[in-house]
Each structure stands twice: as C-alpha cells, then as structure tokens.
C-alpha cells in the first residue's frame, strides 16, 4: 500500500515565500531558500513550489528554479507559467520532477498530452482551482480571478483523459483561512478521477489532515499550518499514524 504524502506547498512572488488568503493579499513568510532548506530537513515527502507572478510577468524565472530545485532532497513539483512544451522541458532541466499545469490547460488541451508522452504520466501534475459559486464547483483559472467553462468534476476527468498523472485540488474559498478543507470537494472530485488528488486549501490542524485522507485524498498539501502554526511535518507524520493512516517515519 502507498503511503500518504505530506506535501508542503511554496508560493513563490520574487524570491520569497508568501501566503495568501483566498488567493488574494500575498504576505511574505520568509526567504524561499531558507523556506527550501528548512522542509528539506523535516521529513516532508515532496514539495511543490508556485510562482504565482509568472503568468502575470509573462515569463519563468528559471535562473531562480535552477537554485531553489538545487536545495531539495525530496521530489519537486514545478508550477506557475507554464504554457508550452518548451517551457516544461527547460523545468526539467532547471531540476523539476513534475510540472504544474493550470491556466494553460484552458486554453491548450494538448500540452498535458505533449508532456506526457515525452516525460510520462507521472511527471505531469494539474492544478485544480476551485470556487463554489451558486453552490456548484467551477474551475478556476488565471489565479482565481476567472471562471472557467467546466465543472470542478469535468475539468478534473477531462484533464486525466488527456494525460495528467495526478491532481493538485486547491479550494479557492478555503484557501488561507485555516477552517478546515473542503471535504465535500475532495470527495466529489478524488471519486471521479482513477489518479492521485492531492488535498490543498484550509489545512488549520493535524485533525484536518485525517479528514482529508478520509475523504478521498491520497496526499495532503499545506501552508499556513507550517508557517503561521508552527507545526511540524514529523509531529503531523505522527499523528496521523496514530490514526491508522500509513506514513513515511524513516
């Protein structure tokens, strides 16, 4: 049986770290290769890093990729302006083992495809942005700024049909708030798809981690929880083994 990942989440805004809260207000929380060096020595099982300015600026900062990648010790998911099957390559050889794909999928269906068929299913992670509006979930793209036309369930299956190895479920409402993750969400979409959802958005507590688990997710991500709480990956680790859930301790 596969055990469940602890993935801390970074969002990148220059060269640091920031959290934001429904997506909007980005705070700094620190240095992004302090940030690196830190989760390295933790026990955390991957690591995703966001530039949430490159679709903005037009452009990747892989000079800063290359560096931020060379401090990791664990798998690393690379996201944030990827829009072609050129810009995925030179992530890979800047140091990622997954791309992050979101905005572009909307707009380019075939680069989850292109991806895949080089670099394999595995390599190639979606990122789901959710919003609830009208008590349906939407996907969301451009940094939750614009809906889109599907469905958070259509988006998800239509995405995996064309090649993504797995799922990165991000509750736009939740996001920041430390209330909980959308479980009702998580649910809805890891019931859907036949790959990895990895549960992201509102993580406030290790109880939380468990829910997630519970409801479908096969990994859970966070951010406020490390940063504003204090909290540990070992301890989170811990816990959840303390429920039956099966994780990584050595």
């Keep these: 049986m596969l055990k469940?990942?602890?993935?801390?989440?970074?969002?990148?805004?220059?060269?640091?770290?920031?959290?934001?809260?429904?997506?909007?207000?980005?705070?700094?929380?620190?240095?992004?290769?302090?940030?690196?060096?830190?989760?390295s020595t933790r026990m955390a099982d991957e690591m995703v890093i966001v530039d949430i300015e490159a679709s903005q600026m037009g452009r990747i900062n892989f000079p800063l990729i290359k560096r931020l990648a060379s401090q990791c010790v664990m798998?690393?998911?690379?996201?944030?302006?990827?829009?072609?099957?050129?810009?995925?390559?030179?992530?890979f050889r800047s140091g990622a083992d997954k791309v992050l794909i979101n905005s572009s999928f909307y707009t380019n269906q075939l680069l989850i495809s292109q991806i895949a068929k080089i670099y394999g299913n595995q390599s190639?992670?979606?990122?789901?942005?959710?919003?609830?509006?009208?008590?349906n979930y939407i996907a969301v793209k451009n940094n939750g700024t614009e809906l889109t036309q599907y469905s958070a369930i259509d988006a998800a299956i239509l995405a995996v049909e064309k090649g993504a190895g797995e799922i990165i479920l991000n509750s736009i409402d939740n996001d920041g708030l430390m209330k909980g993750y959308d479980l009702e969400l998580i649910s809805d979409i890891s019931s859907s798809v036949n790959v990895p959802v990895v549960a992201t958005g509102g993580c406030g507590s290790k109880e939380d981690c468990?829910?997630?688990i519970n409801a479908g997710a096969s990994a859970v991500s966070a951010g406020s929880i490390f940063h504003w709480i204090g909290e540990s990956i070992i301890s989170l680790k811990e816990f959840m083994n303390s429920k039956g859930i099966e994780v990584r301790l050595l």
């Excluded at 809260?21 to 700094?28: D, P």
């Excluded at 190639?124 to 008590?135: I, Y």
């Design 210 to 212: 468990v829910l997630a």
């Design 75 to 91: 798998p690393i998911t690379i996201g944030g302006g990827v829009s072609s099957l050129e810009d995925a390559e030179q992530l």
């Design 4 to 39: 469940t990942r602890i993935i801390p989440i970074l969002l990148l805004k220059g060269s640091s770290v920031v959290k934001t809260i429904n997506f909007e207000n980005a705070r700094i929380v620190g240095d992004a290769v302090t940030s690196i060096k830190v989760f």
């Design 124 to 135: 190639v992670v979606f990122s789901l942005d959710v919003k609830r509006v009208n008590g």
